[in-house]
């Protein structure tokens, strides 16, 4: 089926509007199946990447705009995010005694020890949204949102 059959459009779309559609769509189907996913876990994808963010930190203190700058969704209220997550226990925020705006963020070991539960499962998780491409057409597909992505920036 074409995404202008599905989305039941009653004009002929361009190929620049199939794809740019085609990718919202998929976008959202994604977002769906990876909110379903990270239910059972009691997290949202937005604090799924904060506390990975945190683990790559090996220990090391972040701060605000360190999250913020490697956040998948730069929209995210990473605020809002990381105050749900330590209300779970799952990280540390510490005001910097120099600096009494800066806050020091930190994964707690109840963190860390859910991102290996969640690890277990994950790649299994990935594997179902791109089980009907091959090896090839998944690193083809890489390389075309990199592109379409690398545009924004001209």
Not at 25 to 31: A, D, E, L, V
Not at 85 to 101: F, I, P, Q, S, Y
């Amino acid at each position: 089926m074409s995404i202008g059959q599905e989305i039941k459009s009653s004009v002929e779309l361009s190929l620049n509007q199939k794809i740019v559609i085609n990718l919202l769509k998929t976008g959202s189907w994604i977002n769906e199946c990876s909110g379903d996913y990270f239910k059972q876990y009691d997290l949202s994808m937005q604090q799924y990447n904060v506390l990975r963010i945190l683990r790559g930190k090996k220990g090391e203190s972040a701060n605000l705009s360190y999250v913020q700058e490697r956040m998948i969704s730069p929209m995210s209220n990473t605020t809002r995010l990381i105050e749900k997550l330590r209300l779970k226990g799952l990280l540390t925020r510490v005001l910097c005694e120099n600096n009494r705006r800066k806050i020091e963020i930190d994964i707690t070991d109840k963190g860390l020890d859910l991102l290996k539960e969640i690890d277990g499962t994950m790649d299994a998780h990935q594997e179902s949204i791109t089980k009907n491409l091959t090896m090839k057409e998944i690193a083809l597909l890489n390389d075309l949102l990199t592109k379409i992505r690398i545009n924004k920036n001209k």
